[in-house]
């Protein structure tokens, strides 16, 4: 069945550094992709998506590109900041589900980002 | 907008008790889920619902019951309390995916975070 799998967290970086977040999946036919950002006790909020190969979903300096030729639909960031501490989950919808367009989600990785 | 709106925020309840997560949307959405987060395994598909009166079980739907009598209201029954059931829960919503697409965005409510003692 469709799968996503993410890095392991938790990762730490120094303000201003560059982040990736790697993100693989495994699906029949064409998903869409999507990252969701978990902000300290708050719920998941939709931070951007794609949903054809090659392209880019970008929000708040953030951006992802679904490559379909290596299944991938990794998060980066060109200067992270303190605020941009939260949990990150990378998730896939595909049409081939029917009517059960469930979302399937990674474990989601943990960052944290010091000043 | 309100969006998704669950309560209560947190619950303390002794095992065998029972209780009710409430969730409402006020943005029409057809589709709503419960999910519950526990450390290491992500989130978790509890059960679902693609229109009033219709739902289905997702991932963990043992010991928990759903029903979907308006558009707005989704809530989550648990019927007799566990410690296993200690977890935090999300309740989502997402518009009904246009033909032929894939699911819209889900937007989700603060969570109920629960304790079984």
């Known amino acids: 069945g469709d799968s996503v799998t993410q890095m392991e967290g938790p990762v730490t970086l120094s303000e201003e550094a560059f982040l990736t977040i790697n993100c693989t999946y495994t699906a029949t036919g064409y998903p869409s992709l999507f990252w969701y950002v978990q902000y300290p006790g708050e719920g998941l909020q939709l931070l951007l998506k794609?949903?054809?190969a090659d392209d880019k979903g970008s929000n708040k300096g953030f951006e992802a590109t679904y490559r379909k030729e290596t299944t991938s639909f990794h998060l980066e960031k060109g200067s992270v900041q303190v605020s941009d501490s939260a949990v990150y989950f990378c998730a896939l919808s595909n049409p081939n589900a029917g009517n059960n367009r469930k979302l399937i989600w990674g474990l989601g990785t943990s960052l944290a980002v010091n000043p | 907008n309100a969006g998704v709106t669950q309560t209560p925020k947190f619950q303390v309840l002794k095992t065998g008790q029972s209780m009710t997560l409430q969730c409402a949307q006020d943005?029409?959405?057809?589709?709503m889920s419960w999910y519950r987060q526990d450390p290491g395994m992500g989130l978790r598909l509890i059960h679902y619902s693609v229109g009033a009166g219709i739902t289905d079980q997702g991932e963990v739907p043992n010991g928990y019951n759903v029903s979907r009598s308006t558009t707005e209201d989704f809530p989550l029954r648990l019927l007799s309390a566990a410690p296993s059931q200690t977890s935090v829960y999300f309740c989502?919503?997402?518009?009904?995916?246009?033909?032929?697409?894939?699911?819209?965005?889900?937007?989700f409510g603060d969570g109920t975070r629960l304790s079984i003692l």
């Open positions: 794609a949903t054809k």
């Open positions: 943005m029409n959405h057809e589709y």
């Open positions: 989502a919503s997402s518009q009904r995916p246009s033909f032929g697409t894939t699911n819209q965005p889900q937007h």
